[in-house]
């Protein structure tokens, strides 16, 4: 028998105070499944609307005609109820509490200060000519005007796609492309661990490449004051622009579908995707779950720790603790600037009560030991999240015991992009925990574990993890390519959506995600397609042929494995292995770094010429005993040359 998880019961007192405490939880939820329509409609009066919405819930998953609506008769305005709604009753409570990178630097921006400047910024972009529909790219570090430039494209009805600014040139300009953005925000640099980045320049060399030149503003905020260059035709400063605005503009009425944002990500195939979100329902669903899955409640400082660029920022930073009324710490550096103890030190300094952040980033803390919180008492701490990746119970444990003094409830949140908000979780007063289960849906998501033909599985079991019905937040489409959308997510079984992740569902009924079963890597939290670097990699003269795979890692939860099949005239060297490196760094971005290269004379191959990713996933690992069949392969012996010269021992 396997050993049974330790599980960590609610604490009644907890209960007593929360949203909702379990009884609550089985009710709400099982009238959210019985009753989709009068659930959803009557949480929509959460929101103020134009228009109150009188149709609820229009939505197929038929692969034949995938057709996502919610509320679509209603009207409103995302920016509207993230800010003009608060003023009366809040307008002077902060909304944003700002921590520089270099911990002397912050900043409190209250509910009123935002309105107000969001409106400046919102006529500033009218006044380049921007209007509804139209597309803005925000490749921003993490300040304030992220989040400002974000709601002013929402107050306005521009869709922002917002880029992480990790990413290289390239692939910040395929994405203003993919977008067609008329319009980039960006600082001149962004400051992380003491280090500068130069946004400025990275957008300066993407607007070099193709297609782009339909680009013909770049807003600059001026975060450092480095050197930039300076383009009089298209670059303007954002103080000049946005300062002699008025702090007043009327909110645009969006149709509920209108879209909110477009925000890229990988998938296993082919360029990155850009998820559509529209208003009413991503609205709804991202304040929902920040007010029960984090149990938010008025006056509590909540920090997300994730960027802006990815969807946690976008649903947990911005839209949802705002849409509540929240005051949202937003946090500029890394956690081990200037020292390790940083992380606890801002919990002390700004009294956090809810803190959510990455599996990677406690075990990057957890490698330096436990005394790296002596510098702080975390007290204040109420709550504890975690998403991105599965977290492994060691760092669950130190995430409890040492950040949260063993008396803080985590909720481990599974979700993704396309999902808009989060869809397997505890709710901290309601369900009992055990360390690296995401265990129960959310009000209105409907899990259902698949076999490989489509079969649903009952019980205790594993299998492909799969939506049964959809629910507000979901992504309507692929940007330009619904398509795509179709055969990712509804071809693979009828009828569903398919999440790209396997799982595990216990005796209690509790999910356990075991990670992708797609060739999409999860590196530090960051997912990324094996395909993007491989195609990067062969752009190189000297790779014949790459595969990429991931493989286990203490800290990014999953590194970047290699094989690299070289042309025929290129002998492998220690400068070459580092010029790759730095080739796929500057291509895509630091996140895509690769951990490990091995030379490969030759890539295991079915005789229909697939590389069998399974074996060298395999080797990567280190698990050479037991690669189970290779009689398919077309040469067999490319499999012991491989493993006799795997670099991961
Ligand atoms: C929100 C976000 C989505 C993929 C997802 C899954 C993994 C996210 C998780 C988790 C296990 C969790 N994932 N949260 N796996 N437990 N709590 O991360 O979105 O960047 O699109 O990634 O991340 O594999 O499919 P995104």
Redesign the pocket.
């Known amino acids: 028998m396997t050993e049974q998880p330790k599980v960590y019961p609610v604490e009644e007192d907890f209960a007593a105070n929360a949203w909702a405490n379990n009884e609550t939880y089985l009710s709400l939820y099982q009238r959210s499944v019985d009753d989709p329509e009068g659930f959803w409609a009557e949480q929509a009066e959460s929101l103020d609307w134009f228009k109150a919405p009188t149709k609820i819930k229009n939505t197929s998953f038929a692969a034949s005609n995938v057709d996502i609506r919610w509320f679509e008769d209603g009207e409103l305005n995302a920016a509207y109820n993230c800010l003009d709604r608060h003023l009366e009753t809040r307008g002077d409570q902060p909304a944003i509490i700002w921590e520089g990178d270099d911990p002397g630097q912050d900043k409190t921006i209250t509910y009123r200060e935002l309105h107000a400047e969001v409106c400046r910024l919102s006529n500033a972009l009218k006044e380049m000519g921007v209007t509804k529909g139209d597309t803005v790219t925000l490749y921003m570090p993490m300040i304030p005007e992220a989040s400002v430039a974000m709601l002013a494209c929402a107050r306005i009805g521009a869709i922002h796609s917002v880029v992480f600014g990790g990413f290289s040139p390239d692939a910040l300009a395929q994405r203003v492309v993919d977008a067609q953005s008329r319009v980039v925000i960006t600082a001149d640099e962004s400051v992380r661990g003491g280090k500068h980045v130069p946004l400025k320049d990275n957008v300066d060399a993407a607007m070099t490449r193709d297609g782009t030149d339909i680009v013909d503003k770049v807003l600059v905020v001026r975060r450092t004051g480095g050197d930039i260059e300076w383009h009089d035709d298209r670059d303007v400063w954002y103080h000049e622009w946005v300062e002699r605005q008025s702090s007043e503009c009327p909110a645009e009425k969006m149709n509920a579908e209108d879209a909110l944002f477009i925000l890229y ?1 990988s998938g296993s195939t082919g360029r990155p995707k850009g998820l559509k979100h529209t208003t009413g329902g991503y609205l709804l669903y991202a304040a929902l779950t920040h007010r029960y899955v984090f149990d938010y409640h008025e006056g509590e400082v909540y920090w997300c720790s994730a960027d802006v660029g ?3 920022g976008h649903s947990y930073i911005v839209y949802g603790p705002l849409a509540n009324g929240a005051t949202t710490l937003m946090f500029e550096g890394v956690p081990s600037y200037p020292s390790h103890g940083r992380l606890g030190e801002i919990i002390d300094k700004h009294q956090v009560s809810i803190l959510y952040t990455s599996p990677t980033a406690i075990r990057a803390l957890m490698a330096h030991g436990e005394d790296i919180m002596d510098s702080s008492q975390r007290d204040s701490l109420r709550v504890l999240g ?6 492994n119970p060691e760092a669950w444990s130190w995430f409890h015991r040492v950040i949260g003094s063993s008396r803080c409830p985590i909720v ?7 999902t808009g908000g989060i869809m397997i979780t505890p709710l901290p007063g309601a369900t009992d925990l055990k360390p690296g289960s ?1 265990t129960r849906p959310f009000f209105g998501v409907r899990p259902a574990l698949l076999d490989n033909e489509g079969n649903v599985l009952e019980g205790a079991t594993s299998g492909n993890l799969v939506i049964l019905d959809s629910w507000p937040g979901q992504a309507r489409t692929i940007w330009n390519d619904h398509e795509r959308f179709v055969q990712t997510y509804f071809s693979p079984y009828e009828g569903v959506y398919f ?3 396997g799982c595990r569902r216990d005796e209690d009924g509790y999910y356990w ?1 075991t ?2 079963i797609d060739d999409v890597l ?1 590196v530090s ?1 960051h ?1 990324m397609g094996t395909a993007e670097i491989e195609s990067s990699l062969v752009a190189h003269s000297a790779v014949a042929e790459a595969a990429v795979v991931g493989y286990p890692h203490d800290i990014k939860g999953q590194g970047i494995y290699i094989y690299v099949t070289l042309g025929d005239d290129v002998e492998p060297s220690e400068e070459l292995r580092k010029e790759l490196t730095q080739w796929v760094r500057k291509d895509i971005g630091p996140i895509a770094t690769p951990d490990v290269i091995q030379w490969a004379p030759g890539l295991p191959k079915t005789r229909s010429g697939k590389i069998m990713r399974r074996i060298l996933r395999k080797i990567a690992a280190n698990e050479c005993e037991g690669l189970g069949d290779t009689s398919t392969l077309a040469d067999p012996s490319v499999v012991d040359e491989l493993i006799e010269h795997r670099a991961n021992r």
Do not use: K, L, M, Y
């Open positions: 990500t990815w969807v946690t975690s998403v991105g990746e599965p977290i481990d949140t599974w979700w993704q992009t396309e995401a999440t790209g992740d995600i990670g992708r999860n939290g997912r």
